[in-house]
């Protein structure tokens, strides 16, 4: 009694102050508690049963004090001044936290794989905190408490990827508002990651969410990166293929009934279509990339690359099954332990040539190591330092002062939010209540990956 109380006073204290209550296409999902319990049970023996969670504990990496970069083709992680996100739910990882069906719309970007910052490199990689042991004045990290002032983590929740090029063009702004001066010089490191939005919903509307669109809304960001952003570094990921999540069906019902909210289209078109309309995918991104690097080809100031480390060909397994610890508890989402795996295989590839870029595969999940600058090469690798490491004419190599670190490893604590106390329940609403973007410019109802679009979006007229 007295918890039903509290559960009505926090409802009618907190949600007035949210826009809506999110709800998934049909309204309301509704999922037995036995059928969710007992994912999340399943979900718990494969985290159980892998020996290294989050990899093998390895940092002792030389890093190197440099001068300032002269050049985007050598360029050194201790170079990088501001890491930035653009993408949708996964870049902010949505629901990677999550413990109970009530909070699977949270964002907790303080974990995210490229600007997390409430993690430090041994409890879970990402991106910036592998970036801050080599440049400790890296700036754009999040945090799931509250929003930096640094945050630059632009991503949105439910984004399309139509919707980037509005996304670039805030990155510029808030780069010149909150770097000032500095905005010029300083060196961005910007990773991309979208497109999920659009294989989910492809089959409804191809001309809306097909590789044209694709095409033309990354053509677009990149146009207005490369105009408003000196000295940027573009890492851009292709969206991961999300028919495979449909392996997981064999492992719960659960899986099966909210992809059915968040990504109906892999029950409506198959393997071979997916694969086909995917190719289209990256198709695209290689000619655009192309493209810009052709065109900047005498530029020292920006480049883009394609990071393929999280395109996967299917779910890695363990044990013979599909490894569903990777995922989050929405069984779409990533988990922490992917997240770690993503920004350790993702800072990999940006030392392997563009050509030769591999992708994550089961061998890496839980084996997977933080890997050093090459010393040979110790720079981020572009189409045009691909080939022997060869500086473009007139830079010279800055020497390279060694220093030693070493970290150990532990799980981190999970933190648990709950944010509404139900007795038992059969019927489950999905509430969304986030407290951290009230005020977006963005869309902020639309937490859930694949919620359709709302009216507002259709008539934006973005490219
Ligand atoms: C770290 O690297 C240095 C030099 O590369 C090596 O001598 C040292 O044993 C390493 N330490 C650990 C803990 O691996
Ligand atoms: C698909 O989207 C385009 C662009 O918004 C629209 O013009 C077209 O009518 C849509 N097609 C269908 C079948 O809904």
Same mark, same amino acid.
Request: proline share 7%; net charge neutral; charged share 20%.
């Given at each position: 009694?007295? $918890?039903?109380l509290?559960?009505?006073?926090?409802? !009618?204290?907190?949600?007035?102050?949210?826009k809506?209550?999110?709800?998934?296409?049909?309204?309301?999902?509704?999922?037995?508690?036995?059928?969710?319990?007992?994912? $999340?049970d399943?979900?718990?023996?494969? =985290?159980?049963?892998?020996?290294?969670?989050?990899?093998?504990p !390895?940092?002792?990496?030389?890093?190197?004090?440099?001068?300032?970069? =002269?050049? @985007? !083709?050598?360029?050194?992680?201790?170079?990088?001044? %501001? %890491?930035?996100?653009?993408?949708?739910?996964?870049?902010?990882?949505?629901?990677?936290?999550?413990?109970?069906?009530?909070?699977?719309f949270?964002?907790?970007p303080g974990?995210?794989?490229?600007?997390?910052?409430?993690?430090?490199?041994?409890?879970?990689?990402?991106?910036?905190?592998?970036f &801050?042991?080599?440049?400790?004045?890296?700036?754009?990290?999040?945090?799931?408490?509250? $929003?930096?002032?640094y945050?630059?983590?632009?991503?949105?929740?439910?984004?399309?990827?139509?919707?980037?090029?509005?996304?670039?063009?805030?990155?510029?702004?808030?780069?010149?508002?909150?770097?000032?001066?500095?905005?010029?010089?300083?060196?961005?490191?910007?990773?991309?990651?979208?497109?999920?939005?659009?294989?989910?919903? @492809?089959?409804?509307?191809?001309?809306?969410?097909?590789?044209?669109?694709?095409?033309?809304?990354? &053509?677009?960001?990149?146009?207005?990166?490369?105009?408003?952003?000196?000295?940027?570094?573009?890492?851009?990921?292709?969206?991961?293929?999300?028919?495979?999540?449909? /392996?997981?069906?064999?492992?719960?019902?659960?899986?099966?009934?909210?992809h059915? /909210?968040?990504?109906?289209?892999?029950?409506?078109?198959?393997?071979?279509e997916?694969?086909?309309?995917?190719?289209?995918?990256?198709?695209?991104?290689?000619?655009?990339?192309?493209?810009?690097?052709?065109?900047?080809?005498?530029?020292?100031?920006?480049? @883009?690359?394609i990071?393929?480390?999280?395109?996967?060909?299917?779910?890695?397994?363990?044990g013979?099954?599909?490894?569903? #610890?990777?995922? #989050?508890?929405?069984?779409?989402?990533?988990?922490?332990?992917? !997240?770690?795996?993503?920004?350790k /295989?993702?800072?990999?590839?940006?030392?392997? +040539?563009?050509?030769?870029?591999?992708? =994550?595969?089961?061998?890496?999940?839980?084996?997977d190591?933080?890997?050093?600058?090459? *010393?040979?090469? +110790?720079?981020?690798?572009?189409?045009?330092?691909?080939?022997?490491?060869?500086? +473009?004419?007139?830079?010279?190599?800055?020497?390279?002062?060694?220093?030693?670190?070493s @970290?150990?490893?532990?799980?981190?604590?999970?933190?648990?939010?709950?944010?509404?106390?139900?007795?038992?329940a059969?019927?489950?609403?999905?509430?969304? #209540?986030?407290?951290? &973007?009230?005020?977006?410019?963005?869309?902020?109802?639309?937490?859930?990956?694949?919620?359709?679009?709302? $009216?507002?979006?259709?008539?934006?007229? *973005?490219?």
């Amino acid at each position: 009694m007295a $918890r039903l109380l509290i559960l009505f006073v926090i409802i !009618h204290l907190i949600l007035p102050q949210f826009k809506c209550i999110i709800s998934p296409p049909n309204e309301i999902l509704k999922i037995s508690a036995e059928i969710f319990n007992s994912w $999340r049970d399943v979900k718990k023996e494969f =985290t159980d049963s892998m020996k290294h969670p989050m990899g093998l504990p !390895h940092f002792n990496c030389s890093y190197s004090i440099q001068e300032p970069a =002269t050049s @985007v !083709h050598q360029l050194h992680p201790s170079q990088i001044d %501001v %890491v930035a996100a653009l993408g949708d739910s996964v870049s902010v990882a949505q629901a990677a936290k999550s413990s109970s069906i009530f909070d699977i719309f949270e964002e907790y970007p303080g974990i995210s794989f490229v600007t997390g910052d409430d993690v430090t490199l041994n409890e879970q990689a990402t991106l910036i905190n592998m970036f &801050r042991q080599f440049s400790p004045r890296v700036k754009g990290g999040s945090s799931d408490r509250i $929003r930096k002032f640094y945050d630059f983590n632009l991503a949105v929740p439910g984004s399309f990827s139509h919707e980037l090029p509005e996304q670039a063009k805030e990155l510029v702004k808030i780069l010149k508002r909150k770097l000032g001066s500095r905005s010029e010089d300083s060196w961005k490191f910007v990773n991309i990651f979208i497109g999920h939005n659009d294989l989910c919903n @492809v089959c409804k509307n191809e001309t809306l969410y097909g590789p044209e669109t694709f095409g033309k809304s990354i &053509r677009s960001a990149l146009t207005i990166i490369h105009s408003s952003i000196p000295n940027v570094f573009v890492n851009i990921m292709p969206p991961i293929n999300v028919q495979i999540h449909s /392996q997981a069906h064999e492992v719960s019902p659960f899986c099966e009934l909210s992809h059915k /909210q968040t990504c109906s289209c892999i029950f409506e078109l198959d393997k071979e279509e997916y694969l086909k309309i995917k190719e289209k995918f990256n198709d695209q991104l290689k000619e655009i990339v192309k493209e810009f690097n052709e065109n900047s080809a005498t530029s020292n100031s920006f480049t @883009v690359v394609i990071s393929p480390a999280m395109d996967l060909k299917s779910i890695p397994l363990l044990g013979g099954q599909p490894n569903v #610890a990777l995922l #989050a508890l929405d069984c779409f989402h990533l988990s922490p332990i992917a !997240h770690d795996i993503a920004a350790k /295989q993702i800072w990999k590839g940006l030392f392997e +040539p563009v050509q030769k870029k591999t992708v =994550t595969s089961e061998l890496s999940v839980g084996m997977d190591r933080f890997v050093c600058p090459p *010393i040979e090469c +110790p720079y981020l690798r572009t189409d045009q330092n691909s080939e022997g490491c060869e500086p +473009p004419k007139n830079f010279r190599i800055l020497p390279i002062i060694p220093g030693n670190t070493s @970290v150990g490893l532990s799980m981190p604590p999970f933190i648990i939010l709950g944010f509404f106390l139900f007795g038992t329940a059969l019927i489950l609403l999905f509430v969304r #209540a986030s407290i951290r &973007r009230p005020s977006s410019e963005f869309s902020d109802e639309r937490h859930y990956l694949l919620l359709p679009m709302r $009216r507002a979006d259709l008539n934006d007229n *973005i490219f």
